[in-house]
């Protein structure tokens, strides 16, 4: 049976990770789907802090550790507070999302691109009034926050009657044929493009808005944080561990 759009197309053979004969070929017969969620403002949700009065002084996203030591100064003159309405908890989430999630994506799918060459589909999440599946509303704009896209693909309701609006749904039923399409082929169709290593473009997925984003490098700031040394961690020693054995 063809999948979903009336294309036939072979289901794509993946390696076995546990098999090592030959990884930079194997590599390349598997499609990628790098991901992040976010739209022009954060990428991560702010701190669950009620907002500082105007006579107190705030936190600033100097103060989170990745954006520590000699270069703290440099982060909270990129992200002032006065760009996000004076609220430092919109600040330290646009940085640190832009820091920890949309650029270090970004580099993952050029790399994959680089090595599938047509065979990656990069996207970013975007809808930037999706539904709150948190058990409380905070007094700050969520946005495209991890996790919003999921109840666009499943039928989810752990916080009750969660309803999408008809634009919302439009973009529900777009992303389940991208996504049903991959799983059968490999290829999300519906006019979706490989993602290629520069310029950098993933798709879009907003209301009524679906497209490639071309302002991404821009928006998530990427060219200012490669320019920030990032700091040895845990998760990167044991990702540089993984690498190493597949090289």
């Not at 996000?84 to 920890?100: N, P, Q, S, V």
């Not at 071309?214 to 993984?242: E, K, L, Y």
Request: hydrophobic residues 30%; aromatic residues 10%.
């Amino acid at each position: 049976m063809p999948p979903p759009g009336g294309r036939s197309r072979a289901r794509p053979s993946c390696p076995n990770p546990r098999e090592r004969s030959s990884p930079r070929a194997a590599t390349r017969k598997c499609p990628c789907w790098p991901a992040t969620r976010s739209t022009r403002g954060p990428s991560a949700p702010p701190p669950w802090r009620p907002r500082a009065p105007p006579s107190t002084p705030s936190p600033t996203p100097s103060s989170s550790p990745p954006c520590s030591g000699r270069d703290a100064s440099r982060v909270a003159a990129h992200y002032p507070g006065s760009a996000y309405g004076d609220d430092y908890r919109l600040a330290f989430a646009a940085a640190y999302g832009d820091y920890l999630v949309a650029c270090p994506t970004r580099e993952a799918a050029r790399w994959f691109a680089t090595a599938t060459p047509g065979r990656s589909f990069a996207y970013e999440f975007a809808d930037r009034n999706a539904p709150n599946l948190y058990a409380r509303t905070p007094d700050f704009p969520l946005g495209a926050y991890h996790g919003s896209d999921t109840p666009y693909l499943f039928d989810y309701r752990v916080t009750g009657d969660l309803r999408l609006n008809p634009a919302q749904l439009r973009l529900s039923d777009a992303m389940m044929g991208f996504w049903s399409r991959f799983a059968a082929a490999g290829d999300p169709g519906g006019g979706w493009a490989p993602t290629a290593p520069a310029p950098y473009r993933p798709l879009s997925l907003a209301p009524d808005a679906v497209g490639p984003r071309d302002d991404f490098d821009a928006g998530h700031q990427c060219g200012f944080w490669a320019g920030i040394p990032r700091p040895a961690s845990q998760a990167a020693a044991v990702t540089g561990a993984v690498l190493a054995e597949q090289r």
